[in-house]
């Protein structure tokens, strides 16, 4: 069965810094998302993508984040410079269609530590 | 503004029962509501997906139930077993044509089941 993949699963990083995460979606679908969980909390809308741009970005999506399909299969998510409040689980979702009731599926996730 | 709330928080049962997990939100307008479950350190997964018109979706031992008035949903699990130790995550869709698949998540409740 198709999935979602991420790499890394676990990323440490120095305050400043700046981290790419990976995603690489599954391969028919056109809509990629971005969602961040915080230890302990709700999982968090961060951004939606399709047809090469941004469709929604929260309140979190400031202009420290940024989205891009670098070629046909992979879907990164980019950090300039890494706050220690940017420590969390960082899943990226795809889905075949971009209605509310399409699916969307989850990949197993980035740990990301800020130190 | 939009929000999921779960209860309980966290539930312990033993291998074989049943249990129920409660989810009220005030997402509006409401398009869908997802029940995933999230085992540990991995992406979430959809378990149901029920639109406004659905009162109950099944899939095998899982029952979902949905109420649009009174703005709740439950998730009913049978004959419970090891395997179904994890989070369940109740996650709702409003019905913006701006929104493009973006979700809103609620805590979640942790359940661990016992030999």
């Known amino acids: 069965e198709p999935e979602v993949t991420q790499t890394p699963s676990h990323q440490v990083t120095q305050m400043g810094q700046e981290v790419i995460l990976r995603c690489v979606p599954i391969s028919n679908h056109l809509y990629f998302y971005w969602y961040r969980q915080i230890l302990g909390q709700k999982v968090e809308f961060l951004v939606s993508?399709?047809?090469?741009?941004?469709?929604?970005k929260s309140e979190i999506f400031d202009d420290q984040f940024s989205v891009e399909r670098p070629d046909g299969s992979n879907f990164t998510l980019k950090i300039r410079s890494t706050k220690l409040e940017d420590s969390a689980m960082y899943f990226c979702a795809s889905s075949d269609g971009g209605s509310s009731t399409d699916t969307q599926y989850f990949g197993p996730g980035t740990r990301l530590t800020v130190l | 503004k939009n929000q999921v709330e779960q209860s309980p928080q966290s539930l312990i049962i033993l291998e074989g029962k049943n249990c129920t997990l409660q989810c009220n939100y005030t997402v509006s307008p409401f398009s869908n509501l997802r029940w995933y479950k999230q085992d540990t350190g991995r992406g979430p997964v959809s378990l149901t997906i029920?639109?406004?018109?659905?009162n109950t979706k099944s899939n095998g031992r899982y029952t979902a139930t949905l109420d649009a008035d009174t703005k709740q949903s439950s998730l009913h699990i049978t004959a419970s077993q090891l395997s179904d130790s994890a989070s369940y995550i109740c996650v709702v869709s409003a019905d913006w044509s701006s929104t493009l698949g973006r979700l809103y998540f609620g805590r979640g409740t942790q359940l661990t089941v016992w030999p």
């Open positions: 993508f399709y047809n090469n741009e941004i469709s929604e």
């Open positions: 029920m639109t406004f018109s659905e």
